[in-house]
């Protein structure tokens, strides 16, 4: 049953999992740059199941070993990070950021114990704000030169939300148009929000007015090289509401999101923790010109929902604090404060730690949702039969993605949307600077 391999190969991401061995096969974001400074505290995390330590030199080289001091086993999250390395509490052993041992006091001067001492480490880089690493097997791929990835600081904005559920029911809303017109509704005045009450290029509706107007869009998939494509279109007054975004495997989804597609788009990467919470690594871009991060944090998560450690304040605990007497004042909305983040996570942990596939019954409006696992079930049995992992096995010197299409805007009703989309710039050059 498709249920079946959903729940049993999709699901559970820990070392030696199919699903495991995929998302090891990318690169992955695993913390934000500004989490870790120099010679300060390391940081504490897991990811894909393993429990790792984030640090930073005086250098500003970040390094990512195993927790666990190979000596005696102590925690190295509670260690001191010095000048070269990160300095276990307990015996003072000292490990560079590729996990060399630099120094045993406890041991004679003499000794060459130290150098034959190795700590699993893993490769990092930083691009946007965000730390990635590679967790796989052998010499990592190319770090793919996604154009989101591009922008100096002034022009993009990343965070991070934690969920209290696997990645895959929360990414799958990602590509879920059917639920715009529905969760995302806003008391009357926060709709004025600026960025929500722009039109859509090419049209006199702003795109929520258009989502919630048509809330039955027409879904065509494309399937491509990194994934597949989404176009959903809607009704407007001057011909027809155009989205398009896309699943990027194994976990990435690009949309027109909070900058609606104007000259930019939102992206969110979802990072398995274990096999029942994952990071939601969130970033958003603007071509061109500065983003107003103020105005963007503020849409995409409100006010004071996040804790120093960016989890959320509404946890199914205490309900996801729904505010029911609002709901009364203005029905149609969720109750759930304003920022679209914040629904997302909490409707998404509102199922469980892992949504029993099983009990569901999709329709045709969850198409996307559907081609997302077959996507990865497919990739999943490309590596079990010896294939390279789709998408990871790229080529350094060709220079970006320009496949990967992300719009928003109004076209004219007689207009192909395929046709259309091929007659666009594929990919926007970098302004001077970024």
């Given amino acids: 049953m498709f249920a079946d391999e959903v729940m049993d190969l999709l699901l559970p991401t820990g070392p030696g999992t199919p699903c495991g061995t995929l998302m090891r096969s990318y690169w992955q974001p ?10 300060h505290a390391p940081v504490q995390l897991a990811i894909l199941g393993e429990p790792l330590v984030l640090f930073r030199n005086s250098a500003g080289s970040a390094g990512l070993l195993d927790r666990y001091c190979p000596h005696r086993g102590a925690d190295l999250s509670y260690g001191l990070c010095e000048a070269d390395g990160l300095r276990c509490i307990y015996h003072g052993w000292k490990f560079a950021v590729n996990g060399q041992c630099l120094e045993q006091p406890a041991e004679p001067a003499a000794s060459s114990f130290a150098a034959r001492i190795k700590t699993r480490s893993y490769p ?3 691009r946007a704000g965000l730390i990635f690493a590679y967790l796989g097997a052998g010499e990592p791929p190319p770090f793919p030169d996604y154009e989101f990835l591009s922008y100096q600081e002034e022009s993009t904005y990343v965070t991070k939300v934690f969920h209290e559920c696997n990645y ?3 990414n799958e809303g990602n590509l879920d148009q059917s639920h715009l017109g529905f969760l995302h509704r806003l008391p009357p005045k926060d709709t004025d929000h600026e960025t929500l009450k722009a039109a859509a290029p090419g049209g006199s509706k702003s795109p929520v007015e258009l989502t919630s107007a048509d ?10 090289s990194y994934g597949f494509r989404e176009l959903t279109e809607r009704t407007a007054p001057e011909g027809r509401y ?11 989804a690009l949309f027109p999101g909070i900058v609606q597609g104007r000259d930019g788009y939102q992206v969110h990467w979802h990072v398995p923790v274990d096999d029942d919470t994952h990071w939601k690594f969130v970033l958003v871009f603007q071509r061109g010109q500065p983003l107003d991060k103020d105005m963007i944090e503020a849409g995409l998560l409100g006010k004071d929902e996040l804790d120093a450690g960016y989890h959320m304040v509404r946890t199914r605990a205490n309900h996801h604090l729904q ?8 029905p149609g909305i969720n109750g759930l404060g304003l920022g679209f983040e914040i629904h997302d996570a909490v409707i998404c942990e509102s199922s469980g730690a892992r949504q029993d596939r099983h009990k569901e019954h999709l329709g ?3 198409r996307s949702v559907v081609a997302i696992r077959r996507s990865m079930l497919k990739a999943i049995r490309t590596l079990q039969d010896g294939g390279a992992p ?3 096995a790229r080529d350094p010197v060709r220079g970006g993605f320009p496949d990967l299409q992300v719009i928003a805007e109004v076209i004219p009703a007689g207009a192909d949307a395929r046709e259309y989309l091929a007659k666009r710039s594929a990919r926007p050059a970098c302004p001077a600077g970024s």
């Fill in 215 to 224: 809330l039955a869009p027409r879904i065509d998939l494309e399937l491509t």
């Fill in 323 to 330: 505010d029911r007497a609002i709901m009364t004042i203005h």
């Fill in 390 to 392: 789709p998408h990871a």
């Fill in 124 to 126: 990092v880089t930083e």
């Fill in 364 to 366: 045709s409006s969850d």
């Fill in 168 to 170: 895959l029911q929360a």
């Fill in 30 to 39: 695993v913390a934000l740059s500004s989490e870790v400074r120099a010679n």
């Fill in 242 to 252: 155009l989205k398009v975004q896309s699943f990027v495997l194994p976990n990435i």
